[in-house]
């Protein structure tokens, strides 16, 4: 598209550009503001704006005086844990929908994709009372299962495109070069797919973290995920506001690292595959 | 032996006797055909595990289960019947589709326009490609927690600007007429990067061979848009739209953490319903039904809409 | 070293033929190339021998045993791919060292850098060993892609189109070097290209396949002067052979004659030619067995130019004849020709090859004069 050099060029593009600017500060403003709020001490909370002096109490006080580390950690276990099954279990999958042709393939790539989309009120329901009668309820075990429904079709809808995108020549090339299936499923086919396995990980990883229905009513005290935790430091009687302002970013940090680790994957992730970025 | 001219056989050519496989031949034919199921037997072990509450909350419906009493009987219909009886559950169905549309309708056309805006080659876009994705990343809960503190009337930062614009009184999700405003509000600001991303990886893939062509024959701006760039963003589009309008119909942590389907019921939308009716109620076998006819909803929508998706697709790589 | 006997191989893709009761005897240390348009059903028999796909019907034996019942990695065959197959994140030396590391091989460490630096010598890239493959140009990566195949020492070698994705002077060279390989080599070779010339210079014989079915299994020569079918001539050639109608006429004496082309011109059926009796048939008349003549005769056929391409040595020449049929010749690159210009030219009753009006089917050509006179 041809960039004109008129003067309504020119205020084209400024406008472009301020529009542009009016957005980012309504995305970005509550995140820079949080992280604000979360260095405030309570005594300068409410007399001060923009300028005050910075003190990380509330990061010592949420963190180390509160049980909100256990919830952290709670949520690292279960989100790291599910993505790991995620990837034992689909990756094979992924690879079995990518390559073979046979009669229930689409269906079952479409239940699959189906779990999604599926009310979480809707599993819950049953599962709640299935996990009292079995135990699994407030476990890692019960909630690293249900979070299957969460990662397991992301990984396999993302991975799927990722081996669709390798040439069955080089398959068939090392399975001639005297290597089983087997052999060159690890040797040659999982290198290759690396940078969307890591990829469909992390993404997986950042939308366990950011669970929150089913650790709300499928866990309690004990394996309680950080991110149900934190809604709560708002609702409490005295409200330290930096705290929660604290509690959120602490909740808030890992995801927006990782997602900075796997921008290049991001398209192909968001959408299951279908838009390949 | 290698001067033999082979003629094919004389006649018209009609099914010739197949030859035989040799029995390690279909074996080996065998053997290639498994495979697939045996790669996938975890998958579909875990497959059948996760749809096992499905069949359960399906039985369920048809009980007067509660959480109160261990023992139930099978009532049939009698809670799908109820629920359709009930004024609340098509409140409910309202506020549900309300949402979702309004959301969509939001993030579609707010998304598209930043995209359009961030597909230039400039500092600023290139840096803002980067950060924009923030508030997608965040988990909605989290986002509604920042968004009540900034609304909170002690502490907020919202408030001055607000009273500024003669707004000072503003209760966003305290009031009737204002929380399903606030909730779409952060909704799209969780979700339109969604929206901002998919769009720009579709217009950046845009070939660009048919737009030099539409320049060389003369086509206007509008023709250009209408007749190229339409039918072949098209897919990503629909795509995104799919997405969205499927999840914002469930979406469950945002209303529950800014209303919890309040005030009163003004955002109780089906998921709210559902939670509500199941858990300080104990009414499971009441709940399920709300929640099947919402999955309903959206399988259906879910599935006419990818239909139009497959053609769009057709059609755009008939374009390029 | 291994003869390959292929037995009615039939393979379906769902409703789709791939190849069908294909049958095919190779000996050992031939050269054999399997020639066809694309989607003849080329690829398909290769992946079938290599046991990449299993068949639906047939047998194949390499060696002498069968080897229907074998996984790729047990039949000791080496496959170079159309698209080379090479594995991305490896250097030239590590694709080339990969198969003699499988667990079918187990090649010590000394020995496997030995082979590898001898036949990446043959190969001439052995200055490129270091070398991530992705930093190769197409012919580097083809050679690269021979070379691991020739590294395994196999009894058998696939290649499919090896050539194809290489720009003419490339083809041209790698062509004689293949040639010269084979002869150093003598592994027993099945060659796959839908390039005619590629099949006629490389292969001891060539088998046609076309729609999923072999057409004819013959040397060049025989493929060429005798084709099985009209299918089969107009393969080969370019420009493509001639087929016109015919009628014929019995004359006095025992003598028969051709009616072409609309013209009463005298074009004699030689003697040899067994026609049993047919009274129409169709001729492949080659390009290059149209004379284009300067001085009247009434054994000449008139015409109009249509056009005239001139390639250098040779030049097409397209010619509207009488009744209305377009045939092309090819001259003598000196000669010129206007278009809509009038000519006469001249058929060689002895090169023309008969075929039968309803299926195309060869029927005779006569072996009186010409390359097959000498072959007796």
Redesign the interface.
């Known amino acids: 598209m041809n960039e004109s050099v008129s003067f309504f060029g020119l205020v084209g593009r400024v406008s472009k550009t301020v529009l542009l600017l009016v957005y980012a500060l309504f995305a970005l403003f509550p995140l820079l503001w949080m992280i604000i709020m979360s260095l405030k001490p309570d005594s300068q909370m409410f007399t001060t704006t923009f300028i005050f002096s910075p003190t990380m109490e509330n990061y010592g006080a949420v963190f180390l005086r509160s049980d909100y580390s256990h919830f952290f950690f709670n949520n690292l276990i279960v989100s790291v844990s599910a993505v790991l099954l995620s990837l034992v279990v689909g990756v094979p999958a992924a690879y079995a929908l990518a390559r073979f042709q046979f009669k229930l393939k689409e269906d079952i790539a479409f239940t699959i994709l189906s779990f999604r989309f599926a009310p979480e009120i809707l599993v819950i329901l049953p599962l709640f009372l299935i996990y009292q009668k079995t135990g699994l309820y407030d476990t890692y075990f019960g909630l690293i299962w249900v979070y299957q429904l969460i990662t397991l079709p992301l990984l396999i809808w993302i991975l799927r495109g990722y081996f669709e995108d390798i040439s069955p020549d080089i398959e068939a090339a090392a399975q001639l070069d005297g290597y089983s299936w087997w052999q060159v499923f690890l040797k040659v086919l999982l290198p290759l797919v690396k940078p969307g396995l890591v990829a469909a990980g992390l993404l997986c990883f950042i939308f366990a973290w950011n669970a929150f229905t089913f650790p709300l009513l499928l866990s309690d005290a004990r394996a309680q995920t950080s991110t149900v935790v934190a809604l709560r430091f708002l609702a409490s009687d005295t409200v330290h506001y930096g705290q929660v302002a604290a509690a959120a970013t602490i909740s808030a940090l890992p995801e927006v690292i990782l997602a900075l680790l796997i921008q290049k994957h991001l398209v192909r992730g968001l959408s299951f595959g279908a838009v390949k970025g | 032996m290698s001067t033999t001219v082979v003629l094919p056989p004389e006649g018209p050519t009609i099914e010739p006797a197949r030859t035989e496989l040799s029995k390690s031949a279909a074996k080996y034919a065998k053997r290639k055909a498994l495979r697939p199921y045996l790669i996938l037997t975890p998958t579909l072990l875990l497959t059948i595990g996760i749809l096992i509450p499905f069949f359960a909350a399906i039985y369920l419906s048809f009980t007067d289960f509660t959480l109160r009493s261990s023992d139930y009987s099978f009532i049939g219909f009698d809670n799908y019947v109820s629920m359709l009886q009930n004024p609340d559950f098509w409140h409910s169905l309202i506020v549900t589709l309300q949402y979702a549309f309004l959301c969509t309708t939001v993030e579609m056309l707010l998304g598209i326009g930043v995209a359009l805006l961030l597909n230039e080659e400039n500092p600023i876009s290139k840096f803002l490609r980067i950060v924009l994705i923030f508030p997608l990343m965040i988990a909605p809960v989290i986002g509604t927690l920042i968004w009540k503190l900034m609304t909170n009337p002690s502490v907020g930062i919202l408030r001055t600007p607000m009273s500024w614009i003669g707004l000072g009184e503003f209760k966003w999700g305290a009031s009737p007429d204002t929380a399903m405003f606030s909730l779409v509000l952060i909704d799209a600001w969780v979700y339109t990067p969604f929206v901002i991303i998919l769009v720009l990886a579709g217009l950046r893939s845009l070939p660009r061979s048919p737009y030099e062509a539409a320049m060389i024959d003369g086509g206007s701006a509008w023709f250009v848009f209408k007749n190229l760039t339409l039918p072949m963003l098209a897919p990503v589009l629909l795509i995104t739209l799919v997405f969205r309008l499927m999840l914002s119909l469930q979406e469950f942590s945002i209303i529950f953490a800014l209303t919890e389907g309040g005030p009163g019921d003004t955002t109780m939308s089906l998921s709210l319903l559902a939670y509500n009716r199941g858990f300080p109620f104990y009414g499971v076998a009441e709940a399920i039904p709300i929640m099947l006819f919402l999955w309903a909803i959206v399988y259906l929508i879910s599935f006419i809409l990818i239909g139009f998706w497959r053609k769009a697709q057709q059609r755009a790589s008939g374009v390029a | 070293m291994a003869s390959v006997q292929l037995?009615?191989?039939?393979k379906w893709y769902g409703k789709r033929r791939g190849i069908?009761?294909v049958t095919l005897?190779i000996?050992d240390q031939?050269f054999i190339t399997i020639f066809g348009p694309a989607g003849a059903g080329k690829t398909t028999t290769l992946?079938l021998i290599?046991?990449?796909?299993?068949?639906?019907?047939?047998?194949i034996r390499i060696g002498g045993r069968?080897v229907?019942?074998?996984?790729?990695?047990d039949?000791n065959?080496?496959?170079v791919?159309?698209?080379y197959?090479?594995?991305?994140?490896m250097t030239v030396f590590e694709n080339m060292a990969?198969?003699l590391r499988?667990?079918?091989?187990r090649t010590s460490a000394s020995d496997l850098d030995e082979r590898v630096r001898r036949y990446a010598k043959v190969m001439k890239i052995d200055h490129l060993l270091e070398r991530s493959i992705q930093a190769l140009s197409n012919g580097q990566r083809q050679r690269t892609a021979l070379g691991?195949a020739l590294v395994?020492q196999p009894d058998l070698f696939l290649l499919d189109e090896p050539l194809s994705h290489l720009d003419a002077k490339l083809r041209h060279s790698m062509r004689a070097e293949l040639k010269e390989m084979r002869s150093q080599l003598g592994t027993t070779t099945v060659y796959v290209t839908h390039d005619y010339l590629e099949a006629m210079s490389l292969g001891?014989?060539i088998a046609v396949i076309n729609q999923g079915?072999?057409?004819?299994?013959?040397?060049p020569k025989?493929v060429y002067f005798?084709p099985?079918?009209v299918e089969v001539a107009q393969l080969f050639g370019d420009p493509e052979i001639n087929v016109i109608d015919a009628r014929v006429k019995s004359k006095p004496g025992g003598l028969r004659g051709l009616q072409v082309l609309g013209e009463n011109v005298p074009v004699g059926v030689p003697a040899d030619v067994v026609l049993n009796g047919a009274e129409t048939v169709k001729v492949g008349v080659r390009p290059s067995d149209i004379d284009v003549v300067e001085t009247n005769s009434a054994a000449n056929f008139h015409g109009l130019v249509y056009s005239f391409e001139p390639l250098g040595t040779k030049s097409v020449l397209t010619i509207d004849a009488v009744d209305g049929t377009r045939i092309r010749a090819l001259l003598d690159g000196h000669r010129t020709f206007d278009v809509d210009r009038r000519i006469q030219f001249r058929i060689d009753p002895y090169s023309l090859v008969f075929f039968d009006v309803e299926r195309g089917?060869?029927l005779a050509k006569s072996k009186l004069k010409g390359e097959e006179a000498r072959d007796g």
């Open positions: 037995h009615g191989l039939t069908e009761d005897d000996a031939e992946n290599a046991g990449i796909v299993a068949p639906n019907g047939g047998g069968d229907d019942g074998l996984e790729p990695a039949r065959v080496a496959m791919f159309e698209s197959a090479l594995y991305p994140q990969f198969p499988s667990p079918k091989h691991r395994r001891d014989r079915r072999i057409q004819q299994v013959g040397t025989e005798m099985a079918s089917r060869f």
